[in-house]
């Protein structure tokens, strides 16, 4: 999968795309500023596309600098040079495999002394290393002090202060870039014992590799398999004898050498911070502190969520984007004018009525499918996703994940997948590709599973919300049963596929106020993307619908679906929203909003569809990535299960609605 998304410009420096250049790989942990720091370089267009024979999405663009051009890739989150997740193995990989002219090592000022020791695994490589000591601005608010020269002179590389949210230290980043950075020298050194065992390995290795001999023997030691089978492939005849003395030294150190090589790096990272690294005696606390950590503490953090959910998705999402905005565009701007017109013209135009009904029918492609994508969709999406932006600006989504996490647990989830989650409300096909980032293939289909069943799109959203805010409880009824199908089947799916919950870490970035630039830029990539996936195939269900009115398979479909819409409570016309939730969730919701405005439903049938609707098999586009993602057979099974499951619920909601009197 390979597509065009645009990136935030710089506007310190334009930049031209060209092919082809030097290779600049920017590395570090996740939410460091790194993808900050490829907009800045990158500016236009880059493409992101799948590492060959992996699921993990990388970043690649390219930049001119002092006439020069670059390729920048911009490469998953890594901890460690040991990779651990797929996307550590990525990284890892390019810096293996495709030999960088330059390798960023950006961390955040924040946590120097847990960040550098990664620092030294690249020095120890012999790789040509540039430091980026990023967020300096809040380390400066925090009241800490960077010496920024010692710190370059006691590493024996180059090191940047930056900011890059901030445009600081983009310059000499730069300059960095288009000079000459040589290999780096390794001047640190373990106990005599560790020397020693990664000496006897170190030197054995004769071939030509792009990560020093040093530190393949380490990653050997530490039961790297990807670098074991690289040294067969080099060393070939004199591989066995490599693989005997790692053997011989991992079992003779087989209790404490991971501890004890993590202790001595540990110790180099003291020295090497001594005098460089300040911190004051009483710490100033700032805002944005104290915010993040009412964010995470359930006392304050579930307020806080609520009211997010409440002015974000209800008021902004459902009120302004699903009320205000589609009552002027779909009611004022098609049903008032451009319908009325459109139908004028055509009739003008085309003698033949069937071709009429293809255009401005029922279910014509203007009347129909342009106004859904346009007049209902497009306005709830754009909402939507500035609302999705800002909160991830902001920094709140990694805060949400360790607020979440204790729950997600009982589910097999951990709080990483609350990012898959939360963008499943933007788009569920989106988010089902976001799902690769989950470190199990437990956690995947899991995560596919609720997604597929329990996570409404922003337009599906929009439109619900829309409509039963308008019936007192509705809305109440609706929230409660996804939410308790949601942790039910969540629950039964942990129990039944077999595998343990992996652990949950995840780096804090700065909680600040969002930067309106990246806010808009973010949200004009998504909708477009959006809207190019949307529209087609508004169009294809329209043209299929249109086929299936003249040639009467259409009726017959809603006549066979009209024994179950009388078991759920609902009349026999709600079938149609049903058929066009096939096509689309959206498309779906859009349905059931005509319906609603032709005052078909009371609040119990409105009720029941909207949560069975919901619930109901995944649309055409997403159930093709579930299809790429976990194979036929896992996204055949959910499908089958999903639409069961929707019907078998809208029926018990129905009967539990008629028996208790609510709504």
Request: with cysteine; glycine share 8%.
């Amino acid at each position: 999968m390979s597509f065009l998304k645009k990136k935030g410009s710089c506007h310190e420096a334009p930049t031209v795309s060209q092919p082809g250049g030097k290779l600049v790989a920017l590395v570090g942990n996740p939410n460091v500023g790194k993808s900050v720091l490829f907009n800045a370089l990158t500016g236009a267009y880059v493409t992101v596309s799948n590492y060959p024979g992996t699921s993990v999405e990388v970043a690649r663009g390219n930049a001119t600098i002092n006439g020069e051009h670059f390729e920048i890739v911009d490469t998953p989150g890594m901890y460690s040079i040991l990779p651990i997740t797929e996307e550590e193995r990525v990284a890892r990989e390019i810096l293996l495999n495709e030999r960088p002219h330059l390798v960023l090592h950006v961390l955040d000022a924040r946590n120097l002394e847990r960040m550098l020791p990664m620092t030294l695994q690249l020095i120890e490589a012999e790789l040509p290393v540039v430091l980026v000591v990023n967020i300096m601005d809040e380390a400066k608010r925090m009241g800490l002090t960077i010496d920024i020269e010692l710190l370059s002179k006691n590493l024996g590389i180059p090191v940047v202060a930056a900011a890059t949210a901030k445009k600081i230290g983009l310059p000499e980043i730069r300059a960095a870039i288009s000079g000459t950075v040589p290999s780096a020298v390794n001047r640190f050194s373990y106990s005599k014992q560790m020397e020693s065992d990664i000496a006897s390995v170190a030197s054995q290795l004769k071939g030509d590799y792009m990560l020093s001999s040093k530190s393949l023997g380490l990653l050997l030691l530490q039961g790297d398999d990807e670098v074991a089978e690289l040294v067969r492939g080099v060393e070939g005849g004199e591989a066995p004898a490599v693989e005997v003395t790692v053997k011989d030294k991992r079992f003779e150190r087989r209790e404490s050498f991971h501890l004890d090589l993590s202790m001595e790096r540990k110790e180099i990272v003291k020295r090497i911070l001594d005098g460089v690294f300040k911190a004051p005696e009483k710490r100033v606390v700032t805002f944005a502190e104290r915010l993040s950590r009412w964010t995470v503490r359930p006392a304050t953090g579930i307020p806080l969520l609520f009211f997010v959910l409440y002015f974000g998705l209800y008021k902004f999402v459902g009120d302004f984007g699903a009320g205000t905005l589609v009552d002027l565009l779909e009611g004022k701007g098609f049903e008032e004018h451009i319908n009325p017109w459109m139908v004028q013209h055509v009739k003008a135009l085309v003698p033949w009525e069937s071709i009429q009904e293809l255009f401005v029918g029922e279910y014509g492609i203007i009347t129909l499918g342009l106004r859904y994508a346009v007049g209902i969709i497009l306005p709830i999406v754009a909402t939507f996703f500035l609302f999705f932006s800002m909160l991830e600006d902001s920094g709140y989504f990694p805060r949400l994940a360790l607020l979440v996490d204790r729950v997600f647990k009982t589910i097999g989830l951990t709080g990483r997948a609350v990012i898959p989650m939360v963008l499943g409300f933007g788009c569920d096909t989106m988010a089902t590709m976001v799902t690769r980032t989950l470190e199990t293939v437990r956690e995947r289909v899991i995560a596919t599973l609720l997604l597929a069943l329990a996570i409404p799109c922003s337009a599906q959203l929009g439109v619900i919300l829309a409509l039963l805010s308008k019936a007192p409880g509705a809305l109440l009824v609706w929230s409660v049963c996804l939410l308790l199908i949601f942790l039910l089947v969540g629950l039964l799916a942990a129990k039944v596929l077999p595998g343990e919950t992996p652990m949950f870490y995840m780096e804090l970035p700065p909680m600040r106020a969002p930067q309106l630039s990246n806010v808009f830029t973010k949200t004009y990539t998504r909708m477009q993307w959006y809207f190019m996936e949307i529209l087609p195939l508004f169009i294809l269900a329209s043209v299929l619908l249109w086929l299936g009115k003249i040639t009467n398979f259409f009726e017959t479909m809603v006549r066979g679906l009209s024994p179950v819409m009388a078991a759920l409570g609902l009349p026999k016309e709600v079938a149609v929203a049903f058929i066009f939730g096939f096509f689309r969730r959206d498309y779906g919701a859009a349905g059931l909003y005509d319906l609603q405005t032709k005052g078909l439903l009371n609040p119990r049938q409105l009720t029941v569809a909207a949560v069975t609707l919901t619930l109901f098999i995944p649309c055409v586009a997403q159930f093709l990535i579930m299809k790429k993602e976990r194979g036929w057979k896992v996204a055949c099974g959910i499908g089958v299960f999903v639409s069961t499951f929707a019907f078998g619920s809208g029926w018990l909601l129905n009967r539990l609605l008629l028996v208790t009197g609510i709504l």
